[in-house]
Structure formats: C-alpha cells, structure tokens
C-alpha cells in the first residue's frame, strides 16, 4: 500500500514538473535560455518547455524600440567654448544572443559610446556651427553608433541633440545679438515701408496728373468738334438760302438788299474794323435817299 502512495506521489511530481517547464513569450519579446550555463535557444513569442533543472531563462529581452534619455554631457568646441549636451537615443534589440553575450551592461556601454562620439563631433565644429548644425550631429552620431553596436545585437533607429547650453556669458552675448538683429529688421522694415508709402503717393500723383491731362485733351477735342460743327452748320444754312435763292429768280435789288442786311449784322458783332464793299456804300446812299423823301412828304 505504501508502495502505491509513493508512486502516485511521483507520477504526481513529475506532472507537475512537466507542467512546470512549460512558459508562454509574449508578444515583441524573446527569451534567451541556457542548459547547464551554455546557450541552448532563444524563444520567441509563444508556448515553449525547457527541461526542469537542466534549462533556465538567462534574459528576458524586450524587442520594441526603445528611448534613452542621457543626462547633459559636457563637450568643448573647436573654438574652445564649453557646454552642455544632451541627447535621445532611439535603439532596437535585433540579435537577443548577441545583446545578452555581446557586451556586459549594453545601457551603460551605449551611454558612454554616445558620449565620447559627441564630443569627437562638437570638436570639430565651432560655437556658431554647433547651434546651427543639428542635423548634422544627430545623422554622425547615428552612423557612428549604429556600427558600433551591431555587434551587440542592437540597431540605432536615431539620435536626437535634446538640448544644447552654452555657458551664461555666452547667452547674453547671444541675446544682445539677437536683439540688435531684430531691432535691425525692425529699422529696414520701417524703412521699405516708408519707401512704398512714397512710391505709391508719386504714383497716385503721376496718374491723377495723367488722367487731369486725358480730360483736358478729351474736353478741347469736344470743343473743337462742336466749333466745327457749327461752322458745317452755318456753311450748310447759307449754301441752302443761295440754293433758295437762286430758285427763285432773285433780283439784283433783292441781293443788294440781303448784302445790306448781313451788312448790318457783322455791324452789330465784335469786329473792331468792316471793310464795306462799293456796291453796299452805293445801296447805303440809296437807302438813306429813300428815307429823306419820305420824311418829306411825312411833313407837306
């Protein structure tokens, strides 16, 4: 009887040890195992058994894309300037065999390789350049770092200059000039400004002068078309009264007469001197002999 309790108490521990070996690997993750201290495999997500006693899980490694933050690392420029750097690195596990047996404290190896290329970067490059270059220094550092851990397992996606310090000093300086640029713009625009102000007054000037002249013009040529309509008119009038005229059998009395009458309206104008043809000078003694013989049998 004692033999059958210690046989179900065995085939009870080993079920459980069975079932023991068995694990489950989460997605974006990969476990390294080892058998007896050496490398065995390396589980990707899904159900997996190791052999109890003889396997264990060495490393748990996480496969997504990680972010280091480093702290601000002191750097000294071409031009002898000291500041502080900080930078982002982007990274991902490629190789779990290689991250967990390529480098001891791989975190701490990308740190200080990040730091040593940085400052490799910034003494090439001047105060102004390393203000102004930052994608320069995020695409070396990333080259740089990239083949410097591939044989770690791990790929550098990117590198991100987080914050650049100048010291105090520098600052000021830096402020003073951007100020005095500013105020600099400021003066220019304020200059174009007035400048188009009085571009647009001339031009506004120029074109009222240019359409004062056009009105001028259009009025004195209004004026001169209806002075010689006028003149067409009148010419018109007088060809039509010799045309009547001359349909009528008009006397030579009747036309000492109308020469008489026209006599007497240029009389009646502005004209400061009339020459009086001889035939109008004898028609005038004429008249006025008419007018004394009748005053003359006014009065008998």
Same mark, same amino acid.
């Given at each position: 009887?004692?033999?059958?309790?210690?046989?179900?108490?065995?085939?009870?521990?080993?079920?459980?040890?069975?079932?023991?070996?068995?694990?489950?690997?989460?997605?974006?993750? %990969?476990?390294?195992?080892?058998?007896?201290?050496?490398?065995?495999?390396?589980?990707? &997500?899904?159900?997996?058994?190791?052999?109890?006693?003889?396997?264990?899980?060495?490393?748990?490694?996480?496969?997504?894309?990680?972010?280091?933050?480093?702290?601000?690392?002191?750097?000294?420029?071409?031009?002898?300037?000291?500041?502080?750097?900080?930078?982002?690195?982007?990274?991902?596990?490629?190789?779990?065999?290689?991250?967990?047996?390529?480098?001891?404290?791989?975190?701490?190896?990308?740190?200080?390789?990040?730091?040593?290329?940085?400052?490799?970067?910034?003494?090439?490059?001047?105060?102004?350049?390393?203000?102004?270059?930052?994608?320069?220094? =995020?695409?070396?550092?990333?080259?740089?770092?990239?083949? /410097?851990?591939?044989?770690?397992?791990?790929?550098?996606?990117?590198?991100?200059?987080? =914050?650049?310090?100048?010291?105090?000093?520098?600052?000021?300086?830096?402020?003073?000039?951007?100020?005095?640029?500013?105020?600099?713009?400021?003066?220019?625009?304020?200059? &174009?400004?007035?400048?188009?102000?009085?571009?647009?007054?001339?031009?506004?000037?120029?074109?009222?002068?240019?359409?004062?002249?056009? /009105?001028?013009?259009?009025?004195?040529?209004?004026?001169?078309?209806?002075?010689?309509?006028?003149?067409?008119?009148?010419?018109?009038?007088?060809?039509?009264?010799?045309?009547?005229? =001359?349909?009528?059998?008009?006397?030579?009395?009747?036309?000492?007469?109308?020469?008489?009458? %026209?006599?007497?309206? %240029?009389?009646?104008?502005? /004209?400061?001197?009339?020459?009086?043809?001889?035939?109008?000078?004898?028609?005038?003694?004429?008249?006025?002999?008419?007018?004394?013989?009748?005053?003359?049998? =006014?009065?008998?």
């Amino acid at each position: 009887m004692e033999f059958w309790y210690i046989l179900i108490s065995l085939v009870v521990l080993l079920l459980v040890l069975v079932i023991s070996g068995f694990r489950i690997v989460p997605q974006s993750a %990969a476990w390294v195992i080892e058998r007896l201290g050496s490398y065995r495999i390396t589980w990707n &997500d899904g159900l997996h058994w190791r052999a109890p006693f003889f396997d264990r899980i060495a490393q748990r490694i996480l496969l997504k894309e990680q972010v280091i933050d480093f702290k601000p690392q002191p750097v000294i420029t071409r031009d002898n300037v000291t500041m502080q750097i900080d930078t982002v690195v982007y990274f991902q596990i490629t190789d779990p065999k290689l991250y967990a047996y390529g480098v001891n404290s791989p975190m701490l190896a990308i740190e200080n390789l990040t730091a040593t290329t940085l400052r490799n970067i910034i003494g090439e490059l001047e105060l102004d350049q390393t203000l102004t270059s930052r994608d320069l220094i =995020n695409t070396k550092m990333r080259v740089i770092l990239d083949e /410097a851990t591939d044989p770690w397992g791990i790929k550098i996606n990117r590198v991100e200059v987080k =914050n650049i310090l100048p010291p105090r000093d520098i600052q000021e300086a830096m402020e003073k000039q951007m100020r005095a640029e500013r105020e600099r713009r400021a003066v220019i625009l304020n200059a &174009d400004g007035q400048k188009e102000a009085a571009i647009r007054i001339a031009e506004g000037e120029k074109q009222s002068q240019i359409l004062r002249a056009e /009105a001028d013009r259009e009025a004195q040529i209004r004026r001169a078309e209806g002075e010689a309509e006028a003149i067409l008119k009148v010419q018109d009038a007088t060809a039509e009264g010799l045309k009547k005229l =001359n349909a009528a059998n008009t006397t030579e009395q009747v036309l000492r007469l109308k020469a008489y009458d %026209a006599f007497i309206q %240029a009389a009646n104008g502005k /004209a400061t001197k009339i020459i009086v043809p001889s035939e109008i000078q004898n028609l005038a003694g004429l008249v006025t002999s008419i007018s004394e013989i009748a005053k003359k049998d =006014n009065v008998e």
